[in-house]
């Protein structure tokens, strides 16, 4: 059983990516602990059940920027056929054993993929206010999962052997109806569970799964700018098959400024998880190895890591991203140092002798254009004279055009 543990900020962002699973009839609430009404609860019982502790931890004096809230995966092995019951009392026992007893938490048994899993929502802040001791977190977790295992008689789920186990979503399907909602999940999932330091490495991300982002700039008539984003849906040509959906009205953990704000702050974590994880030293190890870039690319997918390639009219690759589902996190595959940059793909294809990349239409983006455009235009024809919720901060914007000289963001 692999556990994966997530910390946010977002109380009601992480309730909505389950209970809309809920929605959607692939997901349920299997158990709750401390919630008011149970398991019949609403989610505004959800809420009311953490807002007391979380509004006592503010009167510490803490920023609402700290990450309090834990988001935790129960990943059973792939030939597990578990019960409900059963899940109950590992949920419980891992719960208990990770020091979340009397914690207010909510267990979901999720049924989107073929191997049923649970999500469980919690806070790490106490009745007082405090927060549990969380250090060495993922190592007791890991002791706890592999005693549950032994316990229950379960497979081993070990994801170097069974890479399938690490949860991703599923592309835009075109003849579902609600597209708008399978952009939500998908973005909710990378916005919450991934690490990104720019605004176009994110953009990337969409690069399978049909979705295609957007940057509106422009003037409104009055003459005040503004800047937003806009999510479209592509089938798997690349050509768009519904009309694009303000990120305004999706909700505002989808736009501009949350975006923008996520990705400085994720920063230091993406440089962390550079210099001291995994990544770089299994592409280095595996560009040694690789006859070309289609092999490269079925290389590091067995190891859940993608890398999506982009090239000119030429057919010269310009730009290269690293997305490391294990880390969780992506990057340009320059950050990673001069031996992973653009110019050293271009070479490594060429003495490879292996020219047929695929072309980036093929995941969804524009094959020329990058996955982050950028549309100009009267603010009439885009939202009506509605301001995006991108341009109120004014301060931030000026300060990103003046460093960028330009406020549109490029793949590169």
């Known amino acids: 059983m692999i556990a994966n543990i ?7 962002g992480t309730l909505n990516y389950n209970n809309d699973k809920i929605d959607e009839e692939t997901a349920s609430v299997l158990w709750t602990n401390n919630i008011i009404n149970g398991v019949d609860c609403s989610r505004q019982d959800m809420l009311n059940s953490f807002a007391k502790r979380l509004e006592k931890h503010k009167l510490y004096g803490k920023s609402n920027f700290e990450n309090t809230i834990t988001h935790i995966s129960l990943n059973p092995a792939p030939e597990d056929k578990i019960d409900d019951t059963v899940l109950i009392e590992i949920a419980e026992e891992y719960m208990e054993k990770m020091g979340y007893a009397d914690q207010p938490y909510i267990v979901y048994k ?8 649970l999500h469980i929502v919690t806070t790490d802040v106490l009745e007082s206010g405090k927060r549990i001791n969380t250090s060495q977190e993922r190592r007791r977790s890991k002791s706890i999962t592999d005693a ?3 316990k229950y008689a379960l497979g081993r789920a ?4 069974n890479p399938h186990i690490l949860y991703k979503p599923e592309k835009i399907n075109h003849k579902n109806p609600k597209i708008g909602q399978q952009i939500k999940n998908v973005a909710r999932h990378f916005i919450e569970e991934y690490n990104f330091a720019s605004i176009n490495e994110f953009a990337t991300m969409f690069a399978p799964y049909n979705i295609n982002l957007q940057q509106v700039t422009g003037k409104y008539d009055d003459g005040n700018k503004y800047a937003g984003l806009v999510y479209g849906a592509t089938n798997n040509s690349g050509e768009k098959i519904a009309t694009p959906i303000k990120a305004s009205s999706l909700g505002k953990i989808f736009g501009y400024k949350n975006l923008y704000r996520k990705a400085f702050k994720d920063k230091d974590t ?3 998880k550079i210099k001291f994880g995994r990544t770089r030293n ?4 595996e560009m040694k190895s690789a006859k070309g870039i289609k092999d490269l690319q079925r290389r590091l997918k067995e190891k859940n890591i993608d890398i999506v390639f982009r090239k000119n009219e030429q057919g010269r690759i310009y730009g290269a991203t690293v997305i490391d589902h294990e880390e969780k996190f992506v990057a340009n595959g320059s950050k990673f140092g001069k031996e992973f940059s653009a110019n050293a793909f271009e070479t490594f294809s060429q003495n490879r002798q292996e020219w047929n990349i695929p072309d980036i239409s093929d995941f969804g983006f524009d094959t020329y254009g990058g996955g982050f455009e950028n549309i100009s ?18 301060d931030e914007y000026k300060k990103r055009k ?11």
């Open 6 to 12: 997530d910390k946010s900020n977002n109380i009601r």
């Open 110 to 117: 999720h049924t989107d993929i073929d191997r049923p899993h």
């Open 148 to 150: 549950i295992e032994k």
């Open 158 to 161: 070990d994801i170097r052997n």
């Open 270 to 272: 993406v440089k962390q």
């Open 282 to 285: 299994i592409l280095k190890a």
């Open 377 to 394: 235009g009267s603010a009439n024809d885009i939202s009506r004279g509605r301001r995006n919720e991108a341009i109120d901060d004014e």
């Open 402 to 412: 003046k460093k960028k000289k330009k406020v549109v963001y490029y793949i590169n």
